[in-house]
């Protein structure tokens, strides 16, 4: 199952504001506000199978820790 505008849709109702990245192994995440933590849980729930949501963390010295959601196919 792909993920649709809908899914997307509810997401931003949920959580609010976001962006979708990639990062440099062309892996997909999501990004939360201003690297804002969410309940990943929660996250999980609003995807279709067999798409999975996993909590990332950086260390940034003037920000603190860093939230991301790497998204992945089961």
Do not use: H
């Not at 809908?6 to 990245?21: L, N, P, T």
């Not at 995440?29 to 309940?39: A, L």
Request: proline content about 3%; glycine content about 6%.
């Amino acid at each position: 199952m792909s993920m649709t505008s809908s899914v997307i849709g509810r997401i931003a109702e949920v959580f609010g504001e976001f962006d979708i990245c990639e990062d440099w192994k062309s892996n997909l995440y999501f990004r939360f506000g201003y690297w804002r933590r969410i309940n990943v849980v929660e996250l999980q729930k609003l995807l279709p199978n067999p798409i999975v949501a996993v909590e990332d963390t950086m260390e940034d010295d003037e920000c603190g820790t860093l939230y991301s959601y790497e998204i992945r196919y089961i």
